[in-house]
C-alpha cells in the first residue's frame, strides 16, 4: 500500500515539476505565448496579422529594434484586425504594421482621403489617444479586386466598376472580414453599385483564395497587391478609379507611451528604404520561395544597414 | 526534410509551448475531476446532474470556447491562459464521469472488507478505492491526454504559439512540409503522453503485476 | 452579453439567406450525416471482420490509437494541398474536408466494432455453434447483434467526432454552422460566435439524443441487462472505455480530437 502511495505521489510530483519547468522555460521568442507579465518594462511586444507579408514586415521591426539594442517580445499571426487592435489597446502587443487606407477606414467612420498624404493625415487625427502612428513609407500594398484572365476577356473587364452589370452573376470571394468591412463588400456596393449573387469567405488573400479563383469556385476575389501569386497565374487586377481602397502605404502603429527616439529612428529608416517593389520581392522570397520571414527580414535589414 | 533539420529549434520550442498547454490541463483537470467524480458517486442525486453537465461542456466547439473565455474572464486576449483554463474544463468534462466510474468499479465487498478493518471514510478513499479505481481513471486520462494534444493545435487559429501554428504558417504560404512536420509531432507527443500516463499507472499498480507473476 | 447573443439568435433576418442559420445547419447535418454513412460502411465490415476473425487485432488497436491523435486541424490543410489543385468547382472545397471527416470518424466507430465482436460472451457463442452455426452465420445472428451496444456506442462517438470537426472546416472556406465562429472571429463579432457555438452543442446533443434512442430501438433487450456488468478496464485491449453502468448513452469517447 505505501510503495503505491508513494510512486503515485513521486510520479505527480514530477510530472508536475516537469510540465511547469516546460512551461516557464518557453522564453523564446518563437515560443511567445507566455503570460505579459514575463515581459519586463523596456520590452517592445511586436505583433502582426494572420497573413505572410504582415508577419513579415513585423519580423523586419523586430530585427531592426533588436539590432538597436531594444528587447523584443514577437507575437505573429494573431488574426485579423479587430482581432489585434483590441491586444495593442489591452496592451498584450504594443506594436503592428499596418497600412495607412484600411486603418483610416477602421477608426474614421467617415474616412475620405485617398491620396498617400491626405489618408495620413486623415489617420493621425483619428488614432485613438493610446495609439499613434510613426512615418508612412512609400511602400504600399492595397487590397483589390482580381479576376482571371479568362474573365476579364470574356466580360471586357478592366476596372471594378465594369463588374456592375455582371455582379448578379457572379461569386465574390475574399476573407470572412470583408462581408462587414467598409472596404469590402459594403464599399464594393456603395462606391461601385456592385451586388454580387453571393459572397463566399475564404481566407485573408491566401491559398484558399487563390486556388478559388484558379479553379472557378468564386469569379472574382480579393488579394493583394503585392501577393506574387498574381503574376504567377496570370490574373488582373481590376483597376480601381474611385480610389475605394485609397492609399495603403505601410505605418507602424505603436502605444503611445512606448515610443521612445531608439524607437522611432529605427522605424522610421524601415520605411524610408522600404517601397513597393522591394516589399512584393520580399514577399515572394517568403511565399514563393518558402524562405523563413525571419531569414528574409535579416537580409533586407542587413543589405540596408539597418540590422 | 532539410526544412525540419534547418528548424528543429523551433519546432522543438513550438513542441514544449504544446507540452505546456496539453499537459499543464490533464494534471489540474485530474485534481478537479477527483473530487467531482467521488461526489457523483457519494450522492446519488448529483450523478446525473454532474454526467450531464460535463458532457454539455464537452460539445461545446474548441474554438469557440478558446474565444470567449476572454470575454468571461478578465483575461487579455493573446494570453495562453484561455486556451489552459479551455482545456482544463475539457479535461474536467472528461474525466469526471470516468473517476465516478472508476470508482464505481471497485467492489462493494472491497469497500465493506476496508470500513470493517476500522478505515475510516476519507482514508479508505485514498488508500483502498482510489487505488483500484486507477485503471479506469488512467484509461480515461489517457483518452484525455491525446485529445488535449489534438485540440490545442486548434489554437492556432487564434494566435496561440504551439505546434497548431505549423499549420497555420505552413497554410498561409502554401508551404507543405511545416504541417506535416506539425501532425507528425502532434501524433508523437500524444504517444509520449500515453506512454508516460501507461508507466505511472504501472508503476502505481504492483497488485496488478503481483497476481500475473504468481499465476 | 447573454442579452446580445439572445437577440443574435431570434433575429429572422440570421435565419435566413445564403448566410442564414437555417442554410447553414442543413449543410452542417448534411456534411455530417454523409461522412458518418461513408465511415460507417467502411469502418462497421472492417471491425466485424477483425473482431470475428481476430487477425489484423494488433494493428487495428494501435492504428485506432493511433488516429485519435491526428490532429484535425493539420489534416485538413494536407487534405487541402493534396486533394485542392486536382478538383475543379465546388467539389475543391467539400472533397479535401469530406475526406477527413470520414478518416477522423473511422477510429472511433472501427473501435466500437472490433471490441462489441470480441466482447461477445463466449457461452453465446459457444451455444450458436452448438446449434449447428457456421462463421458467417454466427456473425450475423450472434455476434453482431450482441456487439450492437458498443458500435452504436462507437457511432456515437464518431458523430460527436464529424460535427466537431465539421465545425474547424469552416477555415477553408466551407458552410455549415463552423461559419459562424470563424467569420464572428474575423470582425470580432461575439454574438455570432457564442450563436455559432450554442447552436453547434445543441444540434450535437439533439443528435446524440436520436442515436441513443436508435440505439434503444435496435439493441435487443435481453442485452441491456448486460450493462449491468461493469468490466475493470484492461489497458491491452485498447477498446473505448467501458459504458458505465445503467446508462445507455454511453459516448465516453472525446468527441474532439482537435474539434
Excluded at chain 1, 500500500?1 to 514530477?14: C, E, L, P, Q
Excluded at chain 1, 497573413?51 to 507575437?75: H, Q, R
Excluded at chain 3, 447573443?5 to 456534411?31: C, F, K, N, P
Amino acid at each position: 500500500m505505501k510503495r503505491t502511495k508513494i510512486a503515485f505521489a513521486v510520479t505527480a510530483v514530477a510530472a508536475l515539476i516537469g510540465v511547469a519547468a516546460c512551461g516557464s522555460g518557453s522564453s523564446d521568442p518563437l515560443a511567445s505565448g507566455g503570460s505579459a507579465t514575463k515581459v519586463g518594462a523596456g520590452t517592445i511586444v511586436v505583433g502582426s496579422a494572420n497573413f505572410p507579408e504582415n508577419a513579415l514586415l513585423a519580423e523586419i521591426y523586430a530585427g531592426a529594434l533588436s539590432a538597436k539594442g531594444v528587447k523584443v517580445d514577437k507575437k505573429l499571426n494573431i488574426g485579423s484586425r479587430e482581432t489585434y487592435i483590441p491586444a495593442l489597446k489591452d496592451g498584450s502587443i504594443d506594436l503592428i504594421p499596418e497600412y495607412t487606407g484600411v486603418l483610416d477606414q477602421y477608426f474614421n467612420k467617415n474616412a475620405k482621403a485617398t491620396t498617400a498624404d491626405g489618408v495620413y493625415a486623415e489617420l493621425k487625427a483619428a488614432v485613438p489617444a493610446t495609439l499613434t502612428i510613426l512615418d508612412k513609407s512609400a511602400a504600399e500594398d492595397k487590397d483589390s479586386v482580381v479576376v482571371t484572365k479568362e474573365t476579364a476577356a470574356k466580360l471586357s473587364l478592366k476596372s471594378i466598376g465594369d463588374l456592375a452589370p455582371h455582379a448578379k452573376n457572379l461569386t465574390l470571394g475574399g476573407p470572412p472580414e470583408w462581408k462587414t468591412r467598409p472596404t469590402g463588400v459594403p464599399g464594393l456596393k456603395r462606391v461601385y453599385n456592385l451586388e454580387f449573387k453571393t459572397f463566399r469567405p475564404l481566407d485573408t488573400g491566401g491559398p484558399l483564395s487563390v486556388q478559388a479563383l484558379k479553379n472557378g469556385q468564386v469569379d472574382a476575389v480579393n488579394l493583394f497587391t503585392t501577393d506574387p501569386s498574381i503574376p504567377a497565374n496570370g490574373f488582373v487586377i481590376l483597376d480601381d478609379p474611385k480610389s475605394l481602397f485609397a492609399a495603403q502605404n505601410v505605418v507602424p502603429l505603436i502605444t503611445k507611451s512606448k515610443v521612445n527616439p531608439t524607437i522611432s529612428a529605427a522605424l522610421n529608416a524601415i520605411s524610408a528604404k522600404l517601397d513597393t517593389a522591394t516589399l512584393g520581392e520580399l514577399v515572394k522570397e517568403v511565399v514563393i520561395d518558402k524562405k523563413d520571414a525571419a531569414v528574409v527580414a535579416k537580409e533586407f535589414l542587413t543589405k540596408n544597414g539597418l540590422g | 526534410m532539410t526544412w525540419l533539420r534547418d528548424h528543429l529549434g523551433d519546432v522543438l520550442d513550438l513542441a514544449v509551448q504544446h507540452i505546456y498547454l496539453a499537459g499543464v490541463p490533464l494534471i489540474l483537470g485530474l485534481l478537479i475531476a477527483l473530487p467531482l467524480g467521488w461526489l457523483a458517486r457519494r450522492y446519488r442525486a448529483l450523478y446525473p446532474i454532474l454526467i450531464i453537465g460535463t458532457g454539455l461542456l464537452y460539445t461545446i466547439p474548441s474554438l469557440a470556447l478558446f474565444i470567449m473565455l476572454p470575454l468571461l474572464l478578465p483575461i487579455r486576449v493573446l494570453d495562453p491562459t484561455n486556451v489552459l483554463i479551455a482545456m482544463t474544463i475539457y479535461t474536467v468534462a472528461l474525466l469526471v464521469r470516468t473517476v465516478a466510474d472508476g470508482l464505481g468499479a471497485v467492489p462493494d465487498a472491497v469497500n465493506q472488507s476496508a470500513t470493517a478493518m476500522g478505515y475510516k471514510r476519507g482514508r479508505r478513499f485514498v488508500s483502498v478505492e482510489l487505488p483500484l479505481a486507477v485503471p479506469v481513471i488512467s484509461a480515461g486520462l489517457r483518452v484525455a491526454a491525446v485529445s488535449n494534444v489534438s485540440i490545442v493545435s486548434v489554437a492556432a487559429l487564434i494566435g496561440v504559439q504551439q505546434l497548431g501554428s505549423l499549420f497555420t504558417d505552413g497554410f498561409s504560404r502554401a508551404f507543405v512540409e511545416p504541417i506535416l512536420v506539425g501532425v507528425v509531432a502532434c501524433v508523437l507527443l500524444a504517444l509520449i503522453f500515453d506512454g508516460v500516463i501507461l508507466g505511472a499507472t504501472f508503476l502505481a499498480t504492483p497488485w496488478l503485476r503481483a497476481g500475473k507473476a504468481s499465476g | 452579453m447573454i442579452n446580445n447573443i439572445l437577440a443574435w439568435l431570434t433575429d429572422g433576418a440570421h435565419w435566413q439567406g445564403y448566410d442564414g442559420i437555417t442554410r447553414r445547419l442543413l449543410e452542417h447535418v448534411a456534411y455530417s450525416v454523409t461522412a458518418l454513412l461513408i465511415a460507417a460502411l467502411i469502418a462497421i465490415p472492417l471491425g466485424l471482420y477483425v473482431g470475428h476473425t481476430g487477425r489484423g487485432r494488433f494493428l487495428v488497436v494501435n492504428a485506432v490509437g493511433a488516429a485519435r491523435a491526428i490532429p484535425s486541424l493539420g489534416l485538413l490543410f494536407l487534405a487541402f494541398f493534396w486533394l485542392g489543385p486536382r478538383l475543379n468547382g465546388d467539389i475543391a472545397f467539400l472533397a479535401p474536408a469530406g475526406l477527413v471527416l470520414v478518416v477522423l470518424a473511422i477510429p472511433p466507430i472501427l473501435s466500437g466494432a472490433y471490441a462489441g465482436v470480441e466482447g461477445v460472451d463466449p457461452d453465446a457463442r459457444d451455444a450458436a455453434k452448438g446449434m449447428g452455426m457456421r462463421g458467417p452465420q454466427v456473425l450475423r445472428h450472434v455476434e453482431l447483434p450482441c456487439a450492437l451496444p458498443l458500435i452504436m456506442s462507437g457511432i456515437r462517438s464518431g458523430m460527436l467526432q464529424v460535427i466537431a470537426t465539421a465545425t474547424i472546416a469552416a477555415v477553408l472556406g466551407l458552410g455549415g454552422l463552423g461559419r459562424f465562429l470563424i467569420d464572428g472571429l474575423a470582425t470580432q463579432d461575439f454574438p455570432q460566435t457564442a450563436s455559432g457555438a450554442i447552436l453547434v452543442a445543441v444540434l450535437a446533443l439533439v443528435v446524440d439524443l436520436a442515436l441513443a434512442l436508435v440505439q434503444r430501438s435496435v439493441v435487443s433487450r435481453g442485452l441491456t441487462g448486460r450493462y449491468g456488468t461493469v468490466q475493470t478496464f484492461d489497458a491491452g485491449t485498447g477498446a473505448e472505455p467501458p459504458a458505465p453502468a445503467l446508462q445507455p448513452s454511453g459516448s465516453e469517447e472525446p468527441p474532439q480530437s482537435g474539434g
